[in-house]
Each structure stands twice: as C-alpha cells, then as structure tokens.
C-alpha cells in the first residue's frame, strides 16, 4: 500500500451513557480524517456506522479503531472483516493494542489472532465430540429430559382409567396435553388403558 494512506476511524459506544469522546480525540489525534459512530451493543450485526465506514474506505485506506474489540461482535467477526478489508486493498489498525494490518508485522500478528481463533474452534469441537462420546458410553442421550417421567406417565393412565381424559389427567399432572399425548404414542398398544 504505497502512497499517502488515508485513515477512517471507527467508534463504538455500548449504551447511551457511554461517551465516545476518549475514541473519537484518539482516532482524530491518530490522523483519522474522518470518522464513523455507532452505539451499539459489539453483538449486534447490523450497526449503521460501521456500514457506512466499510462502504466509504477505499483500497489504500486505513480503517482505524480505538481497540479491537470496537469492530467485531467476536474474534471470528473481527477476523473476516479484517481479511475483506484486505482483500479489497484496505488496512486495518487498532490503536490500544498496536496491531497495523498495513505493516507486514501487524499481519502477521492478526494472522496469528486468525489461527488462534481456529485453534480454538476446533478444541470446542473437539471437547464437544468428547463429551457428547462419553455420554453415549455411559447410556446418556443428549437433549432435553423428558417432561413426562414414568412416574407421571403412570399417574396419568390411572386417573384416565378414572374417567378422566387426556386434557383433564395432563392438567392434573402439570404438563401439556400434547406431551401427554405423545408420551402415550410412545406406548406399545397393550400398555393403554
């Protein structure tokens, strides 16, 4: 990225008692030209500012932020705006924590902050796969518990055979008729009342 590079700031405040003064005097004193706001929560995908500072950078541009967790809802999210910045010819720099995507070493740390953040991904896949593994083993099933226990179930059956129907027997047993209904489908025929 040769020749004068143009710097674009971004900032984000969370809610409205936060001030983004402290990030707007940062990126002014940075150099940034011009810069773009939102306030908004670092979850929410759709945020104006940073809709309007990514359509506006242009290749040779720097996008600046105060800290990098300003730009992305989450290491993944910063790490693909990052990488379309660069494909289209656009730097990134965060300045708290000095990472510059227009230097060769800022690229190289933000492409270690990428292969951390895969590494991570797949030790939650991993552990995951592990865990759901050793449940099988042990004859646990994921998911949810059954909201009809056997004991309910009987209960149910028993004030049916009262003269109670499926509506009135769930009511009395706490639970939805649909569950109850359900849980006597999943009964071998003879098992009905």
């Known amino acids: 990225m040769a020749g004068t590079r143009t710097q674009i700031g971004y900032v984000r405040i969370s809610t409205a008692v936060q001030d983004g003064a402290l990030q707007r005097d940062a990126l002014v004193h940075a150099g940034c030209v011009r810069c773009f706001e939102d306030q908004a929560s ?3 995908s759709d945020r104006t500012g940073l809709n309007e500072a990514l359509a506006y950078v242009r290749e040779g541009d720097v996008l600046v932020v105060w800290k990098l967790d300003r730009l992305g809802r989450s290491l993944p999210h910063l790490i693909e705006t990052v990488n379309t910045l660069g494909r289209r010819g656009v730097g990134f720099k965060s300045l708290t924590e000095g990472v510059d995507t227009s230097t060769s070493n800022g690229r190289l740390v933000f492409h270690i902050f990428g292969a951390l953040a895969e590494f991570e991904r797949d030790l939650i896949r991993e552990r995951t796969g592990a865990g759901l593994a050793a449940a099988a083993a042990r004859g646990r099933r994921g998911g949810r518990k059954p909201v009809i226990t056997p004991e309910k179930l009987a209960r149910a059956k028993a004030l049916m055979a009262e003269g109670f129907n499926v509506r009135e027997a ?4 706490k639970v939805g008729k649909t569950a109850l ?3 006597l489908a999943r009964q071998s025929p003879q098992d009905h009342p």
């Open 42 to 44: 670092g979850s929410q």
């Open 181 to 183: 209904y359900e849980a």
């Open 170 to 173: 769930a009511g009395r047993i």
